[in-house]
Each structure stands twice: as C-alpha cells, then as structure tokens.
C-alpha cells in the first residue's frame, strides 16, 4: 500500500497565521489518466472527516478560499492562509491513485 | 440534500460477525459513477479504506482484510451494509460511510456520515 506521511504531526498556530502540513507519498501519485488524485480532509473535534481539497488543488463545495492545495508527484502541501478557530482539528491527505486508498497520520491544528 | 447515517449493534464480542448499515438520502445509488465506501478510524487514529460498492454493483476491497469484509447494497439503492467476519479487538472503531460521486471523475468521499462506534469485547 501507498505510505502517506504528514508533517508536522502537531501545528500550533495563532489566529490570522498563515500556516502549511506537507504530505509526501511513497510513491508518485500521478495516474496514467494524467490526474493525481491527491486530498485534503479536515476533521473537527467529535466530527466526521469533511473534503476540503480534490485532485490536489481543487476546492470542495462550501470551502473558504484561505484553503489551497498544491504538489505534484511524490510531494503535496496544504496552505491555510490565515487560520480561523474554526480551522481547528486533525487534517489528513488521502490518496487514491493506486488501490486501496490510503490516509496519512494526520496533523493536529491546535491554538497557540 | 445528502445525508448518510451508519447504524450497528453498539458492542459485540470476538469471534463474532459485526453488521453494519449505511441508510442514505438526497442521491440514488443507481446513478451512474455514484460509489459509496465504508471507512473506519480507532479512537485517535488514522482513517483506514475498508470497501465499497457502486451504481454498478461492482464491490471493492482493502485487500488487507478482504477475506473477512462483504459489501451489499438494497434493491432500493437506498441502504448499503458492510459485514465483517470474526472480529477481534482491533477492529473496535468508528465506522463511517461516505459517498463519492464520480471516481473516475475523482470525487472522492465528499459527503460522510456521522459514524457508528464499534467495540469488540468479551
């Protein structure tokens, strides 16, 4: 199986800061399709996991601009520019190039 | 308006066969590209893939523990279920179903359900 791994494991950040977690692949997750299917999931306290970013870049439905996904092959970074209170919790990148989908470990998004 | 909700038993012992269900709302099964997955994630960890069924009927597994999982969905394409064999206490978790649109699309899992804890105890 695909290895995902996240860093930092734990962010601590201030409100307004702008901040990244950095999920690298143990393979390249560049499909023969020409897609990568590389994403980003937010999991709030006592919550289910919601789709923040798809296909690396792209924004789900209802998601604030300050979120923004970039990468390619091996390397991908999630960028909250100007983290909210609402922005606290577990993000994981998930990928789903190569079967099964794998998450990584997670990065927890604490106040500082 | 999408939702899902999973329902199971709450607690079971080992050895026994755990039965989940995922009741949806707001999207038909039978929809072409339309996958639902069942995903489960032990009290703070990661997220682990367990299997999936489309609008197709097409099932899927993890391969880790595809001799122990089956996936079935209803005729109303309305409820999709997940049975898990022998279950020991590593399978104690939250269970979560979620939807995605389109896979070959790349729409992955952008609506979940709340989650059904599981604990496997003797």
């Known amino acids: 199986d695909v290895v995902l791994t996240q860093t930092p494991s734990i962010l601590s950040a201030t409100i307004g800061q702008s901040v990244s977690i950095s999920c690298r692949s143990s393979q390249s997750l560049l499909d023969s399709d020409g897609n990568t299917y590389l994403y980003w999931f937010l999991q709030r306290p006592g919550q289910s996991p919601q789709r923040l970013i798809y296909?690396?870049?792209n924004l789900g439905s209802g998601v604030p601009n300050r979120f923004s996904g970039s990468g390619s092959g091996t390397d991908f970074t999630l960028k909250i520019s100007g983290v909210e209170a609402e922005d606290l919790g577990v993000y994981y990148c998930m990928q789903a190039t190569h079967a099964p989908p794998t998450f990584g470990g997670g990065t927890k998004l604490e106040l500082k | 308006q999408v939702t899902l909700k999973e329902s199971g038993p709450g607690m079971l012992q080992p050895s026994k066969t755990l039965s989940l269900t995922c009741s949806f709302s707001?999207?038909?099964?039978?929809?072409?590209?339309?996958?639902v997955s069942w995903i489960r994630q032990p009290s703070g960890k990661s997220l682990e893939w367990l299997a999936a069924i489309d609008w197709d009927g097409d099932k899927y597994y993890n391969p880790s523990l595809k001799s122990r999982l089956t996936v079935s969905k209803d005729t109303s394409n309305t409820q999709v279920f997940l049975k898990i064999t022998s279950v020991d206490i590593a399978d104690t978790a939250t269970y979560y179903c979620?939807?995605?649109?389109?896979?070959?699309?790349?729409?992955?899992?952008?609506?979940w359900g709340q989650g059904v804890m599981v604990t496997v105890s003797s």
């Open positions: 296909l690396v870049s």
């Open positions: 707001g999207f038909s099964l039978s929809t072409s590209g339309m996958v």
């Open positions: 979620a939807r995605s649109g389109n896979w070959e699309l790349g729409d992955y899992f952008d609506y």
